[in-house]
């Protein structure tokens, strides 16, 4: 839980009340100290206030429901006022519920548990990266679509994969999926604060920005990010000769360089696109092109209508 009051009294009192409910709780006294919590960490659900310095809890909501990897956590909206119209602008803001101070502690913790169970049955998050997974990654495409945004989006899978984790074992395979998350995660956190990031599933992922230049930096920054830090995954043998040996699909002994990453760009910027299905298949066949190549690659849509 991320408790977010500028009042120390009241903000320790519920964070106390949710650890004694068998919650962790972390605190924060103002909008910045809450970003920087939700940079590090993805809370099942978020209690914050409306009156805040800085920021109000109206904006901060707002923030939340474009951060890279904490758009989809449930804000509760904690208000002395009772107002309809406080009510009305928090929902608008993206809240998915409201609580007016003062309120007993039984309640506060129904309305959590209530709210995390159904997000528990709702949920499209990948369980290793607690990233959101295909049915968010379809909504969010299709609510920029609906609304003619700008839209880039770039699709990302791992070259060489399968074949690191015949050698490495799963253990070391799941430690490859959440580095490439944490790469990309940090690569559209500093180019743009209302990207979104998603895990389609295995090695293959989705970032989605509004400019051809946000979204070349991206890709660039996680190429590069990449291909450093997947070093680290190796054995220093294998590191010195560049390669591991594994069994291809027919059973023979080949040899698979270091782990690529191969990201295809696809964009309404350069040519009209209706659905996310579309979108899709004209990445297939750009990572196609990319895999190709040798190393990791990052592939831009060139075909316009």
Known sequence: MLVV?????????????LRIAGFDALEAGDSKAALAALDTYVPDIVLLDVTLPLVDGFELCRRIRRHPTCSHVPVMMLTARGETEDQVKGFAAG???YIVKPFRPQEMLARVN????????????QPLTRLPGNVAIAAEVAKRLQRGEPLCVLYLDLDNFKAFNDVYGF?????????TAQVLVD??????DGGFVGHIGGDDFIAVTNTLERARAI???????????VRSL???????????ESHDRRGALARFPIIAISIALVSTLIRPIGTYQEIGEIAAELKAHAKAQPGSVLVTDKRRA
């Not at 220093?236 to 000769?241: N, P």
């Open 171 to 179: 253990v070391q395979g799941d430690e490859a999926i959440r580095l």
């Open 114 to 125: 209530a709210k995390i169970r159904r997000v528990e049955s709702d949920s499209s998050l």
């Open 95 to 97: 809240a998915d519920d």
């Open 219 to 229: 890709g660039t920054e996680m190429i590069a990010t990449f291909d450093r830090e």
């Open 187 to 192: 690569a559209v956190r500093r180019n743009d």
């Open 234 to 244: 190796y054995s220093e043998t294998d590191l010195k000769r560049g390669y591991i």
């Open 5 to 17: 009051d500028d009042d120390r009294h009241l903000r320790r009192i519920l964070a106390t009340n």
